[in-house]
């Protein structure tokens, strides 16, 4: 499975910016696609996820605010940002996982997303 992610860039904060994503390869295989974001020095922390049967994780710190929304006849997900702030500011990186596996087993090249005035 390869994975191509497509947005990110700059943006002023309280504004909006949508991430897309696009699956290919052995599609079949994935029962979850999502989205993760990783700052310099830390850990690569969810932001949201959505499995083929839609449901849906977000992280603590983006609830309210992004969406993420998936169009399997595309097999693609997006994350829609909305009151975007600094502390969002990451590269975002497109995930899909395996039936059978708790975690993403591969990994988009990851965007940038800066939140700055």
């Known amino acids: 499975v390869q994975l191509q992610a497509f947005g990110g860039g700059l943006v002023q904060p309280g504004g909006s910016l949508r991430l897309s994503c696009t699956a290919s390869g052995r599609v079949g295989s994935i029962s979850a696609m999502g989205w993760y974001r990783q700052t310099p020095g830390s850990q690569r922390i969810l932001v949201a996820s959505m499995t083929n049967g839609a449901l849906i994780t977000y992280g603590e710190s983006v609830k309210g605010r992004f969406t993420i929304s998936r169009d399997n006849a595309k097999n693609t997900v997006y994350l829609q940002m909305d009151s975007l702030k600094s502390d969002d500011t990451a590269v975002y990186y497109c995930?899909?996982?395996?039936?059978?596996?708790?975690?993403?087993?591969?990994w988009g090249q990851g965007t940038q997303v800066t939140v700055s005035s």
């Open positions: 995930s899909a996982r395996d039936y059978g596996l708790r975690y993403p087993n591969y």
